[in-house]
């Protein structure tokens, strides 16, 4: 009899805990100090990838023509409304130009022309939602690393950023930013080309970068400017993207 | 000293007089203890950030990649029937339940939420991709520090060869285990001291297979470390496939739970706790002993 108390008891007591548990683990959740040891993790998934990954290291599994995906899936903007963007997509995109600027020694602009006479590389790859899904593509385009050798990078230079033309609403545009490690990495590329057909508008013509080893969020699209910079705090919410703003890891290797 | 205590050769209270009453030894070690139960934590922890993760994307699907128009293992969804009513549908390979309420379609904070776990499993309670990556790789770092800390351990202090490798009259007696436990009937006395050898099996088969499966298709979720050991996409067959052994792994972890609580429970849940809290555990007494016609 007295076992059995002592288990619906324990069974009571067992239920009641999980109950606090997750009002708990919710009130963890919403507490900025708790979230701030979390986030800790994410540094050490950057110093653990970046043992591993570095500028002349591993390429990311490159795929066969065969596995190309039937379509490529759309996610985030797949067309940026704003009258810049209008005008550029009148002109099929022959009024555009990617400035290349910041701590560099020459600040740069190329033509689309431009871009498309400069050496290019191909590349078939594994696109990874963070939601979770992945699609395989054939990506052309120039290497960043070039275009930032032509420039010459600064003394201080550390981050590679990209401002965007999507309006993610309030006039916010999406931007990214990824590490010289990532930026000289020779599959980070500034592609103008999906499946051989030049980059539609849904997947961020007119030039879309490639950052092989990271998460689709870094995927960058309607790239109008690159700035080399020594720290994004001072950019948008201060965390380094649109996404790393709302919350997201900076780096996103995992 | 002929006390074969579980973690330890150490018997609090050897049995002095001709009847003891109750034989208390000390089970489980303090590293033990302390492992257990952070282990515990973090395999919460990550299975409720974790199952946060996949309603991202409530679908499975096998090789490399996956999206909408790829054929699917699992589906968790709202949907509507003829009639217009919302219900909650999920999919395995193909075949459709309903499961309105739990899978797809369940409420929260009384609302329907179109989700494929249910609020009250995943953490944080609210759709919340970042928040739930944030607590999974936390503790899944933790997970990996707790679990090499522990196997560094029961290496040396020979945990693993005494307690947890069966021995050949173990491996023997495995079909009277198996009748044992189908018919509930726990050990007792001197054998109630030692693992019994389903219980050595499935606690090597969660070390050994299930957890270290967990982290690996873990990492083979990740672009980066598929960069540097494309290996891990040859063994589980791209990362789709990782995502869904991944899941299907943690289910097998889930199951274990529920096994081992009802083992707890069956053989006497505020004993078996105490061992796992302070090393102190009643030998359950020997039938054979405490008849009063034997």
Redesign the interface.
């Known amino acids: 009899m007295a076992d059995l108390i002592s288990r619906r008891a324990a069974l009571i007591g067992g239920v009641g805990a999980s109950g606090l548990l997750l009002s708990g683990c919710d009130q963890l959740s919403h507490s900025p100090s708790v979230q701030r040891v979390l986030e800790t993790a994410a540094t050490v998934n950057y110093r653990a990838q970046r043992l591993v990954l570095t500028a002349n290291g591993p390429l990311a599994p490159e795929f066969k023509p065969a596995d190309i995906a039937p379509t490529f899936r759309v996610n985030g903007s797949a067309y940026p409304g704003t009258d810049d963007y209008k005008r550029l997509m009148d002109t099929n995109f022959s009024t555009y130009r990617l400035v290349v600027e910041g701590l560099v020694h020459h600040p740069l602009s190329f033509s689309l022309d431009d871009l498309r006479k400069l050496p290019s590389r191909t590349q078939i790859t594994r696109h990874d939602c963070v939601e979770g899904w992945s699609c395989i593509g054939q990506w052309t385009g120039v290497q960043l690393g070039l275009l930032l050798k032509a420039a010459g990078l600064a003394p201080g230079a550390r981050y590679v950023v990209f401002r965007c033309a999507d309006d993610m609403g309030g006039g916010n545009l999406y931007y990214e930013s990824i590490d010289l490690a990532d930026a000289f990495h020779p599959q980070t590329i500034l592609s103008y080309a999906l499946n051989g057909q030049p980059l539609p508008v849904a997947h961020g013509a007119p030039i879309r970068l490639r950052v092989e080893r990271q998460l689709g969020y870094k995927q960058a699209k309607y790239v109008m400017r690159i700035q080399v910079v020594d720290s994004f705090a001072r950019l948008g919410g201060g965390k380094g993207g649109f996404w790393e703003d709302q919350g997201y890891a900076w780096y996103a290797g995992i | 000293m002929s006390m074969a205590a579980i973690d330890s050769p150490q018997a609090i209270s050897p049995p002095k007089s001709a009847r003891p009453k109750r034989e208390v030894i000390y089970r489980h070690r303090l590293w033990v203890r302390l492992s257990h139960w952070l282990n515990a934590l973090c395999l919460?922890?990550l299975l409720?950030s974790g199952l946060q993760?996949?309603n991202?994307?409530s679908?499975l699907?096998w090789g490399?990649?996956?999206?909408?128009?790829f054929p699917k293992v699992l589906t968790m969804h709202a949907a509507r029937t003829v009639s217009g009513r919302a219900v909650g549908l999920t999919t395995v390979f193909g075949h459709r339940f309903f499961t309105t309420g739990l899978f797809g379609l369940s409420t929260y904070h009384a609302h329907l939420a179109n989700r494929g776990f249910p609020a009250?499993i995943t953490?944080?309670?609210?759709q919340?991709?970042?928040?739930g990556?944030?607590?999974h790789?936390?503790f899944?770092?933790l997970f990996v520090l707790n679990g090499l800390g522990y196997g560094l351990w029961s290496l040396f202090s020979r945990h693993f060869s005494r307690d947890l490798i069966p021995t050949v009259a173990d491996l023997r007696g495995i079909g009277r285990s198996i009748l044992d436990h189908a018919l509930l009937r726990h050990p007792t006395g001197e054998a109630a001291k030692r693992y019994n050898v389903l219980q050595r099996l499935a606690y090597l088969v969660v070390m050994f297979v299930l957890l270290p499966l967990m982290v690996l298709t873990g990492m083979t979720?990740?672009?980066?470390?598929?960069?540097?050991f494309?290996q891990l996409?040859w063994v589980f067959d791209g990362?789709?496939s990782a995502?869904t052994i991944h899941f299907c792994v943690a289910g097998l972890i889930v199951l274990f739970f529920v096994v081992h609580i009802v083992e707890v429970?069956l053989a006497?849940?505020?004993n078996e706790?105490r061992s796992m809290i302070t090393g102190r555990y009643a030998v359950p007494p020997d039938h054979k002993a405490t008849d009063p016609h034997g």
């Open positions: 919460l922890v409720m993760i996949f991202a994307h679908e699907y490399a990649q996956g999206f909408e128009i009250w953490l944080p309670s609210w919340d991709l970042s928040t990556r944030r607590w790789f936390f899944a770092w979720m990740s672009p980066g470390l598929d960069a540097a494309p996409l990362r789709q995502r429970i006497g849940p505020l706790l």
